[in-house]
């Protein structure tokens, strides 16, 4: 069983940073394809953007993008999420969720949108105060 670990969210005033950490246990290279989600309370789940391991070319959504990076380290088989700038509506519930499945970077957004992930971590909530 692979697990995701999520964690680095907390509470912010908005223009702040925070750093999310998505890590896989037991096994770095199981997973070839990561994306980074968020659900805000009565709101539907929105990917916000993706990396595949090997391709190293992450996407982002509209919303995030210029203020958010994904990056990797695979020594620690990290996957960062650093969002900069937050805003207030960027408050939610964030996870990370890998497969097997490669991704480049064109194929992101319809991995996203589908969720269409074999593995799902337990999420870090992210509060961002105006």
């Known amino acids: 069983q692979v697990n995701l670990v999520e964690s680095g969210g907390g509470s912010v005033q908005a223009g702040g940073s925070l750093r999310l950490s998505c890590v896989a246990s037991?096994?770095?290279?199981?997973?070839?394809?990561v994306g980074w989600f968020r659900q805000a309370p009565g709101k539907e789940r929105e990917g916000v953007g993706g990396?595949?391991?090997?391709?190293?070319?992450?996407y982002y959504t509209d919303s995030v993008k210029g203020r958010f990076t994904i990056s990797q380290d695979k020594d620690s088989a990290t996957v960062y999420l650093q969002m900069k700038n937050l805003k207030p509506e960027d408050t939610a519930m964030y996870y990370c969720?890998?497969?097997?499945?490669?991704?480049?970077?064109?194929?992101?957004?319809?991995?996203?949108?589908?969720?269409?992930?074999?593995?799902w971590g337990q999420g870090t909530q992210v509060t961002v105060s105006s």
């Open positions: 969720a890998a497969d097997r499945k490669a991704c480049p970077s064109e194929y992101i957004p319809l991995r996203l949108q589908g969720g269409d992930f074999e593995h």
């Open positions: 990396i595949d391991i090997g391709y190293d070319d992450p």
């Open positions: 037991d096994i770095p290279y199981w997973r070839r394809c």
